[in-house]
C-alpha cells in the first residue's frame, strides 16, 4: 500500500527487481493515472502490455535524462493533480547539463543532490494537496574507502529526509528458483523487503517476495533477430 499525498523511495542494488516491483504497482492499479519517468530509457513496451498496463492510464516521459528537465516536469506533475501516482525511475541515472557540457575529469560533487533537495522541500505540500503518490526508485552504492561496506542513495539525503516510507531491496543469488535449474534456466528469484523507515504503518518489518523472469524467447525467434 504506497501512500498518496507522499513521497515514497524503493531502494537496493542493481537487478534486484526495482523497476518490476514498480511496474507491478502500476498494473495492479487498474483506472489510475500514472506517470512514469524513464531517465534509464530501458523501459520494455512489451512487458508492460503482458504485466497489463492500462495504455490509456500511463503516460511515459523518457525525453531527457537531465535532472534540470525532469525536476520541472514532476513538479508540473505534483502541482497539476492529473495523476494519481508519479513514479520516476531512477533518480541514480539521471545527470545534469554542467557534467556533459564540462570535461570527463571535472567534479560535480553535490549538484544533483541540490536541485533533488530543492525538490523535495517543494513538492510535499503539492502532493498533499493533489492526494498524489511520488515513487521514487534509488540504487544502493557502496562508499569507497569505508573499513567496513557501507552503502548509500545518490541524490543526497532529500528524499530519505522527505520520504514517508522507504522499501529496501535485498537479494542474493542462493535464492534464485528452482534450486535444480538447467543450463541456467532460472524462473525468478525472491527479494526480502526491508521497511527501512515508515511514517504511515510499522517500520523495520522484512516480508520474502517472488520475482518472476520474463518467459525466454523461443529459438525460432532468436533466429530471425539480426546479429552485430
Partial sequence: ?????????????????????????????????????????????????????????????????????????????????KYDMIVVDSLASMTFRTEEEGKSTDSNIGQKAKVVNKLMRIVPMYLKNTDTALVIINQEREVIGSYVPMKYTPGGMGVPYAASLILALKTIPSWRFPKDAKNGMYKGHEIEVTIAKSKVSQPHRKAKIKLFYPSPIPQEEVSDVPAF
Fill in 1 to 81: 500500500k504506497i501512500p498518496r499525498g507522499r513521497v515514497t523511495q524503493i531502494q537496493g542494488p542493481y537487478a534486484v527487481g526495482k523497476t518490476t516491483l514498480a511496474l507491478n504497482m502500476v498494473a495492479g492499479l487498474k483506472g489510475v493515472k500514472v506517470f512514469y519517468v524513464d531517465s534509464e530509457a530501458s523501459l520494455n513496451p512489451e512487458l508492460l502490455a503482458k504485466m497489463g498496463v492500462e495504455a490509456k492510464n500511463f503516460h511515459l516521459y523518457n525525453e531527457s535524462a537531465f535532472i534540470e528537465d525532469v525536476y520541472e516536469v514532476v513538479l508540473e506533475a505534483c502541482k497539476n493533480g
